[in-house]
């Protein structure tokens, strides 16, 4: 027996014109299989359209939107980005960083022990600590959310899923005096040549009001990076309350 | 911030003008569709991350080559949909019906987890239920059946006739009623049907 299967997903829709609806019933009549299938259709219909649409997670497409501007922030010249980063300032837009060009924090200040102490805890060289690149810094995400460890090492894989930032040496050093900021290089977090952060996030962790520093990590001298850290800590204290690595 | 005037061409010309604003509006106004897409079609949230990131970023890469010929929403459920096959490919979690062994019950992946609890019931055995459609038929269904797109439209994403489509949504369709368990009016052996496209069988 030949069966119209061809028509019989429009016949369950109810979208067929009355000719070929009767032709199906004709066929229906006389066919069982066919009788069952569209039995089987009609109640998969609203099975399916009952399924509910279900909102974006947080995190999914953050690192998409840092990659994009990424790739237009490696295409554009450096008087761009620097036009770039001033006419962000200026419009204040989500950007609390005011970008204000200083000398590199060598000088012996207080900031720059608060920079350097952990860094050498860590092993790690004093020497590259400087200035950060006007590209590195991103815009502070307001989270109204309660972070959780899951959600930080989500917030690792996603980072290590965009292309790895290489940092680049800038003659215009500069300072984001910025309580995120500040609070996350208070804590021990290093901005410097080895270091990009990618994302910086305002949320709260395990019901602390927190800030989040996302960064690329790697050796410095412009070689890419290792490894991806997200960085936690108190808004009020600027104690760290976690710290993750991954590697890229 | 959304611009819904703003068209979907006009937004990929400004970013790739360097406008970085436009394609966070293009991501904010395609998101939605993208995920849930990705998450029919895998059954996990944490699959659904993957590949709804691995699909705008492969639109990402790939917006300087995109032409216009088709809608942007076509081409980037397109890419969705390839997204989800590799994904399912490489964790080699394709609930295959035709590749089961007869006396083996159907694999059971994980089900989604949806934040509401109370669609959990009645949505978590969809989804099971889903997965045991073959992902051809799977991505059709919900295509046309959870984002109510048109046949021309899912023709189009799928890149086949549209009788293809009205074929694999019947018998996806029917796939899924025997998946779901419901009473039918007697049980054949050939679950999955004769080959698509085909008036008889």
């Not at chain 1, 500040?182 to 019901?207: H, N, P």
């Amino acid at each position: 027996m030949t069966h119209p299967e061809d028509l019989l997903a429009d016949y369950a829709d109810g979208t067929l014109p009355d000719d070929e609806r009767a032709v199906v019933d004709v066929h229906l009549s006389s066919c069982e299989t066919c009788r069952e299938e569209v039995a089987l259709a009609s109640r998969a219909i609203p099975a399916l359209a009952s399924l509910p649409e279900e909102p974006v997670p947080f995190g999914v497409t953050e690192p998409i939107v840092a990659e994009a501007r990424r790739i237009v922030q490696q295409r554009r010249p450096a008087w761009g980005r620097i036009q770039w980063a001033a006419g962000l300032a200026a419009a204040a837009c989500l950007v609390l960083l005011a970008v204000v060009a200083v000398p590199r924090l060598t000088d012996g200040t207080d900031e720059e022990q608060t920079l350097r102490a952990p860094a050498a805890e860590a092993g790690i060289g004093q020497e590259g600590v400087g200035g950060t690149t006007l590209e590195a810094l991103p815009a502070l995400e307001l989270l109204d959310r309660d972070l959780d460890e899951r959600d930080a090492r989500r917030l690792a894989r996603e980072a290590a899923k965009v292309a790895p930032s290489v940092p680049r040496t800038s003659d215009a050093a500069v300072e984001a005096p910025d309580d995120a900021i500040g609070c996350l290089v208070a804590s021990g977090a290093t901005l410097d040549d080895r270091d990009v952060l990618v994302r910086l996030i305002q949320a709260r962790y395990l019901g602390t009001p927190a800030y989040v520093g996302v960064f690329h990590e790697g050796p410095g001298g412009g070689e890419p990076p290792e490894r991806v850290v997200v960085w936690i800590v108190s808004k009020a204290d600027c104690t760290i309350l976690t710290l993750l690595s991954q590697s890229l | 911030m959304m611009e819904p005037q703003a068209r979907d061409e006009d937004l990929i010309r400004r970013y790739l003008d360097g406008d970085v604003q436009a394609f966070g509006t293009l991501v904010e106004r395609h998101e939605r569709r993208v995920y849930n897409l990705a998450l029919r079609m895998t059954g996990r949230e944490e699959d659904a991350r993957d590949a709804t990131q691995d699909a705008f970023l492969s639109a990402l890469r790939k917006l300087k080559g995109f032409r216009g010929e088709a809608a942007f929403t076509t081409w980037l459920h397109r890419v969705t949909v390839n997204a989800c096959y590799d994904l399912l490919r490489k964790r080699q979690r394709a609930p295959l019906l035709h590749e089961r062994p007869p006396d083996e019950g159907p694999p059971r992946p994980e089900p989604a987890e949806p934040d509401h609890a109370d669609t959990v019931d009645l949505s978590v055995d969809v989804q099971r239920a889903l997965l045991e459609v073959p992902p051809d038929f799977r991505a059709t269904l919900i295509l046309c059946d959870v984002q109510d797109l048109p046949y021309e439209e899912a023709a189009a994403i799928l890149g086949v006739p549209i009788g293809t489509v009205k074929s694999r949504l019947h018998r996806g369709r029917v796939a899924l009623g025997r998946a779901l368990g419901v009473p039918t009016l007697r049980e054949r052996p050939d679950a999955a049907g004769p080959s698509e496209g085909t008036m008889s069988r």
